[in-house]
């Protein structure tokens, strides 16, 4: 995004594009001949957001689809019987085979290379011994890390035939993701995710996780902005292009409230109900965004 000079359709006294909340005199146009590098500077400054520049984003295109590949292979093995520590080991050998490195393992102690979250366990879900059966969904997220670039992203899969209530969940947590993807574009705003997806998923009689949201990455594995699920549209980050983050609504069946288990880690749903979740990094461009990590939605 380049700034706007005095001459272009913004005022000095008009509300600067950058989202800060201050007249555009005292915000970007203060950096308005340093083009591109000055909003990237107001970014970083105001909010912490680092704006990557096309050899980043190529190196994390490249890493996401190192993590599109390792989902792909997964789906292949995804069958009643299997383990979810089988899962993690298919993960972690294919993400070393690939000369990479797994982002969850010892992230903040997290003790596996991949999160597996079965039925009602919303996120984060440890892989273990548990054998997936007839009628499961399982969510594997997959973050890798290729020559110091992080990209994430996850999908839901259904284990063997899915019941009416899985083949819901699992619906309307695919549409939410493509809906809230609907809404990236410059000038949009971080709320107007969130407003997109909670209309669609609450107006199927679904409700929205709050606790969990998507986040910036590619330089590391969590960076600004947050991406919240749910909100007001024309609120939050206004949106610039080379911004880089994850779109991740984690949408549950029944109600929005959770609670994490006593190792910490894994957040269930808290009456029990089906949980889905997926997950895209994306870039926004010029006129709109790019997956960095792209399936069919």
Known sequence: MKIA????????????????????????????????????????????????????IEAIRRSGALVIST?????KHIRPGITTNDI??????????????PAPLNYRGFPKSVCTSVNEVICHGIP???????????????????????ADANKTFFVGEPGPDAKKIVKVARESLKRGLSAVKPGNTTGDIG???Q??????????VREFVGHGVGLDFHEPPQILHFGTSGTGIKLVEGMVFTVEPMINL??????????????????????????????????GYDSLTPFDL
Request: net charge neutral; proline share 1%; charged share 30%.
């Open 254 to 287: 029944g109600g929005k409230d959770l609670m994490i288990l006593s190792d910490k880690w894994t957040a269930v749903t808290r009456d029990k109900s089906l949980s889905a979740q997926f997950e895209q990094t994306i870039l926004v461009t010029k006129d």
């Open 195 to 197: 407003h997109a997806i």
């Open 128 to 150: 273990s011994d548990r054998i997936l059966e007839e009628g499961d969904i399982i969510n594997v997220d997959v973050t890798s890390i290729l020559d110091g670039y992080y």
């Open 5 to 56: 000079k005095t001459t272009d359709k913004v005022g000095r006294n008009d509300a600067c594009p950058c989202g800060s909340g201050l007249k555009y005199k005292k915000c970007c146009h203060l950096n308005a001949n340093s083009g591109e590098d000055g909003i990237k500077e107001h970014y970083y400054k105001k909010h912490k957001i680092r704006i990557k520049e096309a050899r980043d």
């Open 199 to 208: 209309t669609y998923a609450e107006g199927k009689g679904c409700s929205i």
């Open 71 to 75: 989902l792909d292979m997964v789906e």
């Open 88 to 101: 993690n080991t298919l993960v972690h050998e294919y993400t070393l085979k690939n000369h990479a490195v």
